[in-house]
């Protein structure tokens, strides 16, 4: 079933940027997921941001929290079938998924 994920490459500990994740290891960390159909990068509001699309098998809430934690991210937003979720070990931290900040494929905004 395909998702949409948003992915920042940063990586944070106690608030501070440590470093930024390579393309490569996002993309090695997706390909755990399923098929990746797309990917992109674009800016958000503070950091270079992967959007993916892949064609995932089995539960993506599990695989996504899984990726949070290969990729040291605290939550990892992504919409599938319309709607959207905020996964992650530090999810709630971050609020509900909002889709004024979830990047789409094309760069734009989800609302």
């Not at 990586?11 to 390909?31: F, P, Q, S």
Request: hydrophobic content about 40%; proline content about 5%.
């Amino acid at each position: 079933m395909k998702a949409t994920l948003n992915i920042g490459r940063g990586v944070e500990i106690n608030g501070i940027r440590v470093k930024l994740l390579g393309v490569g290891d996002i993309v090695g960390a997706l390909e755990q997921l399923g098929e990746i159909l797309s990917i992109n990068q674009h800016q958000s509001d503070s950091e270079p941001t992967i959007v993916a699309v892949i064609d995932s098998v089995g539960d993506i809430a599990s695989a996504v929290e899984q990726l949070c934690v290969t990729l040291q991210q605290d939550a990892i937003p992504y919409v599938q079938e319309g709607h959207g979720n905020m996964v992650g070990p530090k999810a709630e931290a971050w609020g509900p998924f909002n889709p004024e900040y979830f990047i789409t494929p094309d760069g734009t905004r989800l609302a």
